[in-house]
């Protein structure tokens, strides 16, 4: 005698679907707030910002903003300053802003055999501070001061400001419980600051490769 056992049918959805784990066929909510778009929205500004203070910085003397970084926070005291420490921090930003515009009067030229060598641009021309080599009057000329030098060296010093206001240990020294005014010109200066000097040196590039500003081989005149 043969015994038949039936075995039942797998019952099916209501739609006629296959089953999915129960994890896979819930999706997590969205977790952005308004407070997260807020936050990205002002770390995209924070980011921009520093993109924006770092190629001003290319527009500074390289051993200028090396000294600073190296000095301000030992003179600064790390932003505890008494009347010594201010009066030292005082010292290096004036000697550091007057290297910049000092600096933003030096150019560069190339001699017969490729090699670089500086000097100073005047009214009257170029001199090189090798003494040993000579320049011609005709490329001479060509590097003396013109009235774009002297704006060139006026945002140099702007730039250097701005940098040195975003320095934290130069803002505490200086203003070590600041008013709520003057929080808001120390967060708006800077980056105010660096906006205008960005797009004046756009408008208004330099040709000069001078000491500290690195120099492109390519662009220099024998």
């Known amino acids: 005698m043969d015994i038949k056992v039936e075995i039942p049918a797998p019952q099916s959805t209501n739609n006629g679907d296959a089953k999915t784990p129960l994890l896979a066929s819930q999706k997590s909510p969205s977790t952005t707030t308004p407070q997260t778009d807020q936050n990205s929205l002002i770390a995209q500004a924070i980011s921009s910002t520093f993109k924006g203070t770092a190629y001003l ?31 030292m921090t005082a010292i290096l930003l004036s000697l550091c802003a007057v290297s910049c515009f000092i600096l933003s009067f030096t150019d560069s030229f190339k001699d017969e055999k490729g ?4 000097g100073f641009a005047t009214f009257k021309g170029f001199y090189p501070i090798d003494r040993t080599v000579t320049i011609s009057p005709a490329e001479a000329a060509k590097k003396k001061i013109g009235p774009f030098d002297f704006l060139q060296a006026f945002l140099s010093m702007l730039v250097f400001a701005t940098i040195a206001l975003l320095d934290k240990n130069i803002v505490d020294c200086f203003y070590a419980t600041p008013s709520v005014e003057i929080k808001e010109v ?17 408008a208004f590039p330099t040709q000069r490769h001078g000491i500290g500003f690195g120099v492109d081989k390519t662009s220099i005149t024998s």
Request: net charge positive.
């Open 57 to 87: 910085a290319c527009r500074l003397p390289t051993g200028t903003v090396l000294a600073f970084q190296l000095l301000s926070p030992i003179l600064s005291n790390q932003g505890v300053c008494d009347v010594a420490f201010k009066t």
């Open 115 to 118: 090699k670089v060598f500086f």
């Open 186 to 202: 120390l967060s708006v200066l800077p980056v105010a600051n660096g906006v205008v000097c960005s797009m004046l040196f756009v």
